[in-house]
């Protein structure tokens, strides 16, 4: 874990700091007027280690992932709210702190809301397989769209438009005088309507993505289903993936998830199954929002004391996105989930990798460690 915090996120601490300061008045004896705004601090701190292929490497090696959230929420009224992010995240022990967004909230009523700032949206994403679980990354549906603009919430419709930031945004560069300068030029638009029925959720979303140009933008489309009976519960997801919608036959991805739970007291089980339909000439692939065309996992558990839970995972994976390419392997393993005290979560495990395909190379053991506490 990183022993300081950078520049970055000291002057964000420093700037939350001073907000949350109430007004006092000026001359000396003066009565306080007003309390102030309310002020909560909430993140998560996540650090883990994982080793090499303890079998084949000739030297044992090692790989590392850190994460630092810090939120905080200030309420100066029952109408008026406002949020800022702060996030430090990488393959590293000290990655480096960034202002990860702010927005400020008008809540009319209980179903009324409008955001306005820097906002964040998300469709699809995977639950139930541990390592495609980061909607930043991964999702069927659609990875995270970061903009700067406005939402506006009402009865179930989520409405959101504005310009792209970060990696959700395109830049045209210009050269003059030698100089170059740079301007981001995408914008978003995203609609979704969450349907509730009983204990299950329906939500219908679209997404259009402008780097206006006529033939490069994206679209994403699709159905988000949780749906709850009893002890059996499962998510479902189709998406539909587009780019250069501007072409008479343009590139379409339909990528397809189930994933079910049943929950029998102590004994869970878990599962997903994914399936991605490319396009044979052109497949649209978004970054690594589709991790691998096809992949299914299953993991009964059992919890073994009030605090240890211990789960078999079982994992088939075809690990890219090309189906000519044959680096296939089924994964089995153990895990177990320690959790002393609520808010801390302990995870270790051991998997075993065996080449299905004929290019997946050796047999292969991971061991891991990741440690998540929540404030």
Same mark, same amino acid.
């Given at each position: ?174 050269? @003059? ?55 059996? $519960?499962?998510?479902?997801?189709? $998406? ?40 044979? %000439? ?6 690594? %929002?589709?991790? @691998? ?21 079982? @994992? ?60």
């Amino acid at each position: 874990m990183k022993n300081r915090l950078s520049s970055n996120l000291l002057f964000g601490l420093a700037t939350a700091t001073l907000l949350s300061m109430p007004a006092f008045a000026q001359e000396a004896g003066a009565a306080v007027e007003s309390k102030g705004p309310e002020v909560k601090f909430s993140g998560e701190v996540e650090f883990d280690v994982y080793t090499g292929d303890v079998l084949n490497d000739d030297k044992q090696s090692h790989e590392y992932a850190s994460t630092f959230d810090l939120n905080v929420d200030v309420k100066f009224n029952e109408k008026w709210s406002a949020s800022v992010q702060l996030e430090a995240d990488g393959e590293t022990t000290d990655p480096t702190a960034i202002y990860n967004g702010a927005f400020v909230q008008y809540t009319h009523n209980e179903n009324a809301v409008v955001k306005f700032g820097d906002l964040t949206f998300s469709e699809g994403a995977f639950l139930n397989f541990y390592d495609y679980d980061d909607p930043a990354d991964n999702a069927a549906g659609m990875a995270e769209h970061d903009i700067r603009g406005i939402e506006v919430d009402y009865r179930g419709i989520v409405f959101g438009l504005g310009f792209g930031r970060g990696g959700n945004d395109n830049q045209v560069c210009v050269e @003059e005088d030698g100089e170059e300068s740079c301007v981001g030029v995408a914008y978003d638009a995203h609609l979704a309507y969450e349907l509730g029925l009983g204990e299950s959720v329906l939500r219908p979303y679209v997404d259009y993505k402008s780097y206006q140009e006529a033939e490069h933008n994206e679209l994403h489309a699709g159905l988000d289903a949780n749906l709850k009976f009893g002890a059996f $519960g499962l998510h479902a997801v189709y $998406g539909l993936h587009a780019d250069n919608l501007g072409e008479d036959a343009p590139n379409v991805t339909h990528a397809f998830l189930a994933e079910p739970s049943l929950e029998l007291g102590i004994v869970n089980v878990k599962g997903t199954a994914f399936y991605a339909y490319f396009d044979e %000439e052109s497949p649209t692939v978004h970054g690594e %929002e589709i991790p @691998e065309y096809f992949f299914a996992y299953a993991e009964p558990s059992v919890s073994v004391l009030e605090f240890l839970t211990l789960g078999l995972p079982l @994992e088939y994976h075809t690990n890219t996105v090309d189906v000519n390419e044959d680096v296939s392997t089924f994964d089995v393993g153990l895990r177990a989930y320690f959790t002393p005290v609520e808010g801390l979560e302990v995870t270790g495990f051991a998997k075993v990798e065996i080449p299905v395909g004929d290019d997946a190379g050796d047999t292969g053991l991971n061991l891991g460690l990741e440690t998540v506490y929540s404030f």
